[in-house]
Protein backbone atom coordinates (compact mmCIF):
# COMPACT_ATOMS: atom_id res chain seq x y z
CA UNK A 1 0.00 0.00 0.00
CA UNK A 2 2.67 2.77 1.09
CA UNK A 3 4.45 1.94 -2.23
CA UNK A 4 1.30 2.39 -4.43
CA UNK A 5 0.36 5.99 -2.25
CA UNK A 6 3.89 6.90 -3.23
CA UNK A 7 4.10 6.51 -6.93
CA UNK A 8 -0.22 6.53 -7.81
CA UNK A 9 -2.04 9.88 -8.58
CA UNK A 10 -3.89 10.74 -5.24
CA UNK A 11 -7.38 10.63 -7.30
CA UNK A 12 -9.53 8.86 -5.01
CA UNK A 13 -9.80 8.37 -1.27
CA UNK A 14 -8.09 4.83 -0.57
CA UNK A 15 -9.82 2.23 1.72
CA UNK A 16 -6.96 0.67 3.85
CA UNK A 17 -8.00 -3.03 1.89
CA UNK A 18 -5.13 -4.82 -0.17
CA UNK A 19 -7.37 -6.92 -2.59
CA UNK A 20 -6.22 -10.42 -3.69
CA UNK A 21 -9.42 -12.44 -5.10
CA UNK A 22 -13.52 -12.45 -4.99
CA UNK A 23 -15.68 -14.70 -5.44
CA UNK A 24 -19.79 -13.43 -6.47
CA UNK A 25 -19.57 -10.55 -3.75
CA UNK A 26 -17.19 -10.98 -1.70
CA UNK A 27 -13.45 -9.55 -1.83
CA UNK A 28 -10.54 -11.79 0.23
CA UNK A 29 -7.45 -9.96 1.43
CA UNK A 30 -4.42 -10.41 1.55
CA UNK A 31 -4.20 -11.28 4.86
CA UNK A 32 -7.50 -14.13 4.43
CA UNK A 33 -10.11 -11.15 5.55
CA UNK A 34 -13.26 -11.43 3.21
CA UNK A 35 -15.32 -8.60 2.48
CA UNK A 36 -18.72 -7.69 1.36
CA UNK A 37 -18.48 -5.50 -1.62
CA UNK A 38 -21.24 -2.96 -1.46
CA UNK A 39 -19.60 -0.86 -4.31
CA UNK A 40 -19.55 -3.54 -7.04
CA UNK A 41 -16.54 -1.32 -8.81
CA UNK A 42 -18.76 1.47 -8.90
CA UNK A 43 -20.95 -0.70 -10.98
CA UNK A 44 -18.21 -2.20 -13.33
CA UNK A 45 -18.56 -5.59 -11.41
CA UNK A 46 -22.04 -5.57 -11.06
CA UNK A 47 -22.51 -9.22 -11.88
CA UNK A 48 -20.01 -10.66 -9.18
CA UNK A 49 -16.36 -11.38 -9.12
CA UNK A 50 -15.23 -14.80 -10.77
CA UNK A 51 -18.53 -15.45 -12.82
CA UNK A 52 -17.74 -18.57 -14.52
CA UNK A 53 -19.64 -17.55 -18.18
CA UNK A 54 -17.56 -13.93 -18.11
CA UNK A 55 -14.47 -15.52 -17.94
CA UNK A 56 -15.51 -18.70 -20.60
CA UNK A 57 -17.22 -15.85 -22.91
CA UNK A 58 -13.47 -13.44 -22.30
CA UNK A 59 -11.72 -16.32 -23.24
CA UNK A 60 -13.45 -17.24 -26.11
CA UNK A 61 -13.32 -14.07 -27.23
CA UNK A 62 -8.97 -13.98 -26.91
CA UNK A 63 -8.62 -17.25 -28.58
CA UNK A 64 -10.41 -15.57 -31.32
CA UNK A 65 -9.10 -11.96 -31.25
CA UNK A 66 -9.19 -10.01 -28.56
CA UNK A 67 -9.42 -6.67 -29.92
CA UNK A 68 -11.01 -5.02 -32.97
CA UNK A 69 -11.30 -1.56 -33.81
CA UNK A 70 -15.41 0.01 -34.86
CA UNK A 71 -13.88 0.49 -38.37
CA UNK A 72 -13.71 -3.18 -38.63
CA UNK A 73 -16.78 -5.91 -38.52
CA UNK A 74 -16.55 -8.44 -36.26
CA UNK A 75 -19.34 -11.43 -35.43
CA UNK A 76 -19.29 -10.80 -31.55
CA UNK A 77 -20.32 -7.22 -31.98
CA UNK A 78 -23.03 -8.04 -34.04
CA UNK A 79 -24.24 -10.48 -31.83
CA UNK A 80 -24.05 -8.00 -28.99
CA UNK A 81 -26.01 -5.51 -30.73
CA UNK A 82 -28.88 -8.00 -31.97
CA UNK A 83 -29.16 -9.22 -28.07
CA UNK A 84 -29.06 -5.52 -26.81
CA UNK A 85 -31.40 -4.45 -29.43
CA UNK A 86 -33.98 -7.22 -28.04
CA UNK A 87 -33.94 -5.55 -24.91
CA UNK A 88 -34.13 -2.04 -25.04
CA UNK A 89 -37.71 -0.26 -25.90
CA UNK A 90 -39.13 0.46 -29.55
CA UNK A 91 -36.64 2.74 -31.59
CA UNK A 92 -33.72 2.35 -29.01
CA UNK A 93 -31.77 0.70 -31.88
CA UNK A 94 -28.95 2.88 -32.74
CA UNK A 95 -25.87 2.32 -30.49
CA UNK A 96 -22.43 3.98 -29.84
CA UNK A 97 -20.44 1.50 -27.70
CA UNK A 98 -17.96 3.46 -24.84
CA UNK A 99 -15.23 2.09 -22.94
CA UNK A 100 -16.76 4.07 -19.65
CA UNK A 101 -19.89 6.25 -18.62
CA UNK A 102 -17.89 9.49 -19.06
CA UNK A 103 -17.48 8.29 -22.58
CA UNK A 104 -20.67 7.95 -23.02
CA UNK A 105 -21.73 11.29 -21.51
CA UNK A 106 -19.53 13.25 -23.78
CA UNK A 107 -21.18 11.33 -26.54
CA UNK A 108 -24.32 12.67 -25.70
CA UNK A 109 -22.88 16.06 -25.30
CA UNK A 110 -21.69 16.29 -28.48
CA UNK A 111 -25.01 14.87 -29.69
CA UNK A 112 -26.62 17.92 -28.19
CA UNK A 113 -24.87 20.71 -29.01
CA UNK A 114 -24.85 19.54 -32.89
CA UNK A 115 -28.13 18.56 -33.58
CA UNK A 116 -30.17 21.51 -31.19
CA UNK A 117 -30.16 25.64 -32.12
CA UNK A 118 -30.67 25.87 -28.05
CA UNK A 119 -28.15 26.65 -26.12
CA UNK A 120 -29.01 25.41 -22.36
CA UNK A 121 -28.28 22.52 -20.75
CA UNK A 122 -30.40 21.38 -17.52
CA UNK A 123 -29.40 19.19 -14.83
CA UNK A 124 -29.94 17.48 -11.38
CA UNK A 125 -29.34 18.73 -7.73
CA UNK A 126 -26.93 15.53 -6.39
CA UNK A 127 -26.31 14.18 -10.48
CA UNK A 128 -22.92 12.77 -10.90
CA UNK A 129 -22.33 12.01 -14.52
CA UNK A 130 -18.50 11.85 -14.65
CA UNK A 131 -15.11 13.66 -14.09
CA UNK A 132 -14.21 14.75 -17.77
CA UNK A 133 -14.73 18.06 -18.66
CA UNK A 134 -18.04 17.64 -19.84
CA UNK A 135 -18.99 15.57 -17.32
CA UNK A 136 -18.34 17.15 -14.45
CA UNK A 137 -20.18 20.53 -16.23
CA UNK A 138 -23.41 18.64 -15.78
CA UNK A 139 -22.02 16.89 -12.18
CA UNK A 140 -23.65 18.92 -9.27
CA UNK A 141 -20.82 18.84 -6.85
CA UNK A 142 -19.34 21.56 -6.16
CA UNK A 143 -16.21 20.10 -4.69
CA UNK A 144 -15.45 18.47 -7.85
CA UNK A 145 -16.05 21.27 -10.19
CA UNK A 146 -14.60 24.50 -8.16
CA UNK A 147 -10.79 23.80 -9.51
CA UNK A 148 -12.12 23.41 -12.79
CA UNK A 149 -14.20 26.38 -13.60
CA UNK A 150 -12.56 27.56 -17.14
CA UNK A 151 -12.77 24.25 -18.95
CA UNK A 152 -16.11 23.43 -17.93
CA UNK A 153 -19.68 23.83 -20.22
CA UNK A 154 -21.01 27.69 -19.16
CA UNK A 155 -24.56 27.33 -19.98
CA UNK A 156 -25.57 24.41 -17.11
CA UNK A 157 -28.61 24.87 -15.16
CA UNK A 158 -29.42 22.95 -12.08
CA UNK A 159 -32.53 22.31 -11.06
CA UNK A 160 -33.85 20.32 -8.23
CA UNK A 161 -34.17 16.20 -8.87
CA UNK A 162 -37.92 14.64 -8.14
CA UNK A 163 -39.31 18.50 -7.77
CA UNK A 164 -42.77 19.01 -9.82
CA UNK A 165 -42.83 22.29 -9.27
CA UNK A 166 -38.67 22.62 -11.03
CA UNK A 167 -39.89 21.33 -13.73
CA UNK A 168 -42.02 24.39 -14.79
CA UNK A 169 -38.27 26.12 -15.31
CA UNK A 170 -38.08 23.73 -18.13
CA UNK A 171 -41.88 24.31 -20.08
CA UNK A 172 -41.44 27.98 -19.84
CA UNK A 173 -37.77 28.37 -20.89
CA UNK A 174 -37.06 28.37 -24.76
CA UNK A 175 -33.31 27.81 -25.20
CA UNK A 176 -33.33 24.18 -23.68
CA UNK A 177 -31.11 22.37 -25.88
CA UNK A 178 -31.23 18.67 -23.67
CA UNK A 179 -32.04 17.64 -19.96
CA UNK A 180 -30.09 14.91 -18.43
CA UNK A 181 -30.48 13.14 -15.31
CA UNK A 182 -30.36 9.77 -13.74
CA UNK A 183 -33.53 7.41 -13.25
CA UNK A 184 -31.85 6.46 -10.31
CA UNK A 185 -29.52 8.49 -8.85
CA UNK A 186 -26.13 6.67 -7.53
CA UNK A 187 -23.43 8.87 -5.61
CA UNK A 188 -26.04 11.54 -4.98
CA UNK A 189 -27.48 8.90 -2.44
CA UNK A 190 -29.70 6.28 -4.54
CA UNK A 191 -32.27 8.54 -4.46
CA UNK A 192 -35.72 7.06 -6.76
CA UNK A 193 -37.60 9.68 -8.36
CA UNK A 194 -41.33 9.65 -8.86
CA UNK A 195 -42.90 7.86 -11.38
CA UNK A 196 -45.49 11.27 -12.21
CA UNK A 197 -42.16 12.87 -11.63
CA UNK A 198 -40.68 11.48 -14.47
CA UNK A 199 -43.86 11.03 -16.94
CA UNK A 200 -43.73 14.77 -16.58
CA UNK A 201 -40.07 15.52 -17.47
CA UNK A 202 -40.77 13.15 -20.70
CA UNK A 203 -43.77 14.80 -21.62
CA UNK A 204 -42.02 18.38 -21.11
CA UNK A 205 -39.02 17.66 -23.31
CA UNK A 206 -41.36 15.67 -26.03
CA UNK A 207 -43.82 18.78 -26.92
CA UNK A 208 -40.73 21.59 -26.79
CA UNK A 209 -39.01 18.87 -28.31
CA UNK A 210 -35.93 19.04 -26.08
CA UNK A 211 -33.30 16.17 -26.00
CA UNK A 212 -33.40 14.15 -22.40
CA UNK A 213 -30.92 12.10 -21.59
CA UNK A 214 -31.31 9.38 -19.01
CA UNK A 215 -27.69 8.43 -17.42
CA UNK A 216 -28.42 4.51 -16.24
CA UNK A 217 -24.54 3.79 -16.00
CA UNK A 218 -25.01 3.04 -12.49
CA UNK A 219 -28.16 1.65 -12.41
CA UNK A 220 -28.79 0.18 -15.80
CA UNK A 221 -27.85 -3.37 -17.15
CA UNK A 222 -29.60 -5.23 -14.22
CA UNK A 223 -28.29 -3.69 -11.66
CA UNK A 224 -31.31 -3.15 -9.88
CA UNK A 225 -32.62 -6.65 -10.49
CA UNK A 226 -34.05 -6.13 -14.11
CA UNK A 227 -33.21 -4.58 -17.45
Do not use: W
Request: proline share 2%; charged share 25%; hydrophobic share 35%.
Amino acid sequence: MNYENEHIANTYQRLPVNVLNGNGAILHDINGKRYIDMMGGYGVAILGYGNKKIKEAVCRQFDTIPIAHASEYTAAREEFIKNLTGIVPAGLDKFYLGNTGAEAIEAAIKVVIKSSKNHKIIAMTNSYHGKTAGALSITYSEKYRQSFGDLLIKNVEFIRYNNMEDLDKIRKDNDISAVFFEPVQGEGGINIPDRDYVRELRQITEEKGIILVADEIQSGLGRTGKM
